[in-house]
């Protein structure tokens, strides 16, 4: 019975942001006491004509068991979680080691060799920690010096 009342708002809060939600994995796990559920070995999370795929997705919920964040993770060296995310305001497609989305904020943070292509400005961009708003469309990026942040955009020819 408890299974169930942590799984209950894991569903409810993609019944709140979306039509459908269908999340598949080779196995899952749920934890009541850290009120988590683990979903493991190729996680494959759709919403709409969005999606997400990785290795492990863990979703975290609050002392109220609402969602406050699932992080993605890629497992194995030469591997990334890849997504691509559409939205009214955004179309995005891009890869991280490691991507968390902040459900009610409706945030992206995407760390370790993250890249994201905005499809619809035809813009790239890539760094170590990328942090995209999707109400906003504003992004961060974290370079270092190894790796420095790097843009790539196209620009208009004058008529």
Same mark, same amino acid.
Request: hydrophobic share 30%; aromatic share 12%; no cysteine.
């Given at each position: 019975m408890n299974f169930i009342k942590l799984l209950l708002p894991f569903f409810m809060?993609? %019944?709140l942001?979306?039509?459908k939600v269908e999340v598949s994995s080779d196995s899952m796990k749920a934890e009541e006491m850290k009120k988590e559920v683990h979903f493991i070995g190729n996680v494959k999370v759709k919403q709409h004509d969005s999606w997400l795929?990785?290795?492990k997705v863990v979703v975290y919920f609050d002392?109220?068991?609402k969602t406050k964040m699932?992080? %993605?993770q890629a497992i194995g060296k030469e591997k990334?979680?890849?997504f691509e995310v559409k939205e009214k305001k955004g179309f995005y497609k891009g890869s991280a080691l490691n991507v968390k989305y902040y459900p009610?904020?409706?945030k992206y943070v995407l760390t370790g060799k993250a890249v994201i292509d905005d499809l619809l400005n035809k813009r790239h961009v890539n760094g170590d920690v990328i942090t995209l708003d999707m109400i906003t469309g504003n992004a961060i990026v974290k370079g270092?010096?190894?790796k420095p942040v790097k843009f790539i955009f196209d620009m208009k020819e004058k008529k």
């Open positions: 809060l993609f %019944a942001y979306a039509q795929h990785g290795d002392e109220n068991n699932y992080e %993605a990334t979680v890849t009610v904020t409706s270092s010096r190894k």
